[in-house]
């Protein structure tokens, strides 16, 4: 299972590498520095994150967050560097966000033990519903005709008054 740890800190490691900038340990007011921290925190937000969580994800308090985010959309759509900033970093996080890379040892042997008891799980049911279809395709073969019959001469729109007549009929056919 990942953390919301485990994203804030490969959105903050992205944005070392791609754009040189710490934005926890960074507390220069420098523009590149800013443009950085309002792309964290867009992408973030746009994640679904709360101001709260990406301040204390930065060691900032949550108005600091409110207002990168009022200007961060504008700032993307008209400064070409950011914007570029932007797409590199989004699309390297969600391209790169591979929950396997996240997980300790315990954790992958976990989840492959799950995962097996699901394969186990859905080889039985799956043995077991071929059995049930054996069962009913050999019902259907000695009923084969009159559905064969029903489908090709039942017009379609029709099907509620030839379900009253069959019906009608086959009151008609056993004694019961």
Known sequence: ??????E??????????????????????????????????YILSKK????SRIGNSMKMHHSNIVHYLKGAKYLIETDKEVG??????????D???DPLHYMSDIELKKEIILLRNKI???SSSLESTKSDLEILNDRDQQR??????????????T??????????????????
């Open 120 to 122: 186990i799980s859905l």
């Open 8 to 41: 804030f800190e490969s959105l903050r490691e992205i944005i070392r590498t791609n754009l040189g900038v710490d934005v926890v340990e960074d507390r220069r007011r420098l523009r590149n520095i800013i443009d950085a921290k309002k792309i964290y925190a």
């Open 84 to 93: 570029k900033n932007y797409k590199m970093c989004k699309s390297s996080f």
């Open 1 to 6: 299972m990942i953390t919301s740890l485990q």
């Open 95 to 97: 391209g790169e966000y």
């Open 159 to 176: 099907e509620d008054d030839v379900l009253v007549k069959l019906n009608k009929f086959y009151n008609g056919v056993y004694d019961y």
């Open 144 to 157: 084969h005709p009159l559905h064969k019959m029903v489908k090709e001469r039942t017009r379609v729109g």
């Open 48 to 51: 679904g994150y709360g101001c």
